[in-house]
């Protein structure tokens, strides 16, 4: 009897550390209006060393948007998504011109900004851009979705999706 009670108690003491495990991160720009993108292209498509893996990620993002009315089409998309996967500690590095100069729209003085994200192992990173100003508009971050058995990075991966895009699209505070 006593066994069976100390049993019970670990597996409450543990369980919601394991419950809560996977944990679904989203920011996004809150002066887009999101109500005006009605179709998406892939412009990176999900890099993970599995190609199951890769498959599935694109299939369980596919399925998220459309689900929330998003077409996907081959080109002339308001949406363009880019997808990673980190297997091992992963920084990404990206540069954002602003100001002016030969190098985009405008000429003149540029400034060059750079962010450096380091993402854990098994974390699922989905951008979203608008396509015609070429900006960030959305992102969601799944920690913790990598397991060893390939049927449960599956199931985790399609809650993770599931958890990224449960209030998308966002509400503007334009309205």
Do not use: C
């Not at 990620?57 to 002339?76: Q, T, Y």
């Not at 900004?113 to 100003?133: C, H, K, M, Q, S």
């Amino acid at each position: 009897m006593r066994k069976w009670v100390v049993g019970i108690l670990l597996v409450l003491l543990f369980a919601p550390t394991r419950l809560s495990a996977q944990k679904v991160a989203v920011d996004y720009d809150e002066s887009v209006n999101f109500s005006k993108y009605k179709t998406y292209m892939w412009i990176r498509e999900p890099t993970a060393n599995d190609p199951l893996m890769k498959k599935r990620i694109k299939d369980a993002v596919d399925a998220a948007l459309s689900s929330k009315g998003l077409v996907m089409v081959d080109h002339d998309a308001d949406l363009g998504v880019a997808a990673h996967m980190a297997t091992r500690e992963k920084r990404s590095i990206e540069r954002f011109y602003e100001g002016w100069g030969p190098w985009g729209w405008r000429w003149g003085p540029r400034v060059v900004r750079t962010e450096v994200n380091t993402y854990p192992v098994g974390a699922i990173v989905v951008d979203l851009f608008d396509a015609w100003t070429k900006q960030l508009v959305w992102r969601g971050v799944a920690r913790d979705v990598l397991a060893e058995d390939p049927q449960k990075n599956t199931k985790k991966l399609h809650k993770a999706v599931e958890k990224m895009f449960d209030k998308f699209p966002p509400k503007s505070k334009q309205g």
